[in-house]
């Protein structure tokens, strides 16, 4: 599958829009058929694109920006839909990604990241600030500073009163991609547990389905559809499943 290019928006009819059509489809969302067969950035398009955005703390423009086409292409190489590393530089600049999880594995949600440049005797801002989604997971992209040939990378996570609660290690002569991970000792900033956030993103996607009708096919497509493992997918079905004749 191709990345994701920018900028898309209402009307454009294009082989980019194709492409975009291709991953919102894989990612669980309904296109048109006819704005699939005529490449058209549509109403259901725009729609979709939407959606995506309210998902992962996007601005919800409908439209596919830097930021959008960054998060849609992080998700698809996190899927196994495109290659991770190209051997291409991107053209949209460098990128930082990562997940920001409490020490217990709980994913933490709304966390605010930010890129820094390490210099002597202070630090310079990278891109802008990105929120995590509901799995902890974050995208920065950024340029490089005027005058600025090598990055020295670190990143920091923020509550809403922008108090520091994380810190990353400093990559000395970061390249193009790069991924900061952090974690969160502080309990009150613990996330759901992996139960918890399988029945919020799950319940949605069944409602309306019998618990004993569901069969492989059914998990293939929440699997697909939520990114949640496999495993963690059937357990959770069969834990409902319990639930119910108890």
């Known amino acids: 599958m191709n990345k994701i290019k920018v900028s898309l928006k ?14 919102l489809v894989f990612l669980g969302f ?13 109403t259901s398009t725009h729609a979709a694109v939407k959606q995506f955005q309210t998902a992962h ?5 409908g439209e596919v920006d830097e930021a959008t086409s960054s998060v849609i292409n992080t998700v698809l190489t996190e899927r196994g839909a495109i290659d991770s590393v190209s051997g291409v530089p991107d053209p949209t600049g460098r990128r930082i990604i990562g997940t920001v999880l409490h020490v217990d594995g709980s994913a933490i949600s709304g966390m605010l990241v930010q890129a820094f440049h390490r210099r002597v005797g202070g630090e310079v801002p990278l891109g802008v600030e990105a929120a995590t ?5 974050y995208t920065i992209t950024y340029q490089l500073p005027t005058d600025t040939r090598k990055i020295d990378l670190f990143v920091r996570a923020y509550d809403d009163k922008q108090a520091v609660v994380a810190v990353s ?4 002569g970061a390249g193009e991609q790069e991924v900061l991970d952090l974690s969160v000792a502080d309990p009150k900033y613990r996330g759901l547990s992996e139960f918890a956030r399988a029945t919020e993103v799950l319940s949605p996607q069944i409602a309306g389905a ?4 569901l069969d492989a096919d059914d998990v293939a497509l929440l699997v697909r559809n939520t990114g949640i493992a496999r495993e963690n997918v059937t357990a ?11």
Not at 30 to 42: A, F, L, N, P
Not at 169 to 172: D, E, G, L
Request: glycine share 4%; charged share 40%; proline share 4%.
């Open 10 to 23: 209402i009307q454009m009819k294009r082989p980019e829009v194709a492409n975009l059509h291709e991953a």
């Open 30 to 42: 309904t296109i048109q058929d006819t704005e699939r067969r005529r490449r058209r950035y549509g």
């Open 57 to 61: 703390n996007l601005l919800t423009t």
């Open 133 to 137: 989604n509901d799995r902890g997971k």
């Open 169 to 172: 290690p400093i990559i000395i």
């Open 210 to 213: 019998k618990l004993d009708d």
């Open 236 to 246: 959770w079905i069969a834990s409902r499943r319990l639930a119910e004749r108890t």
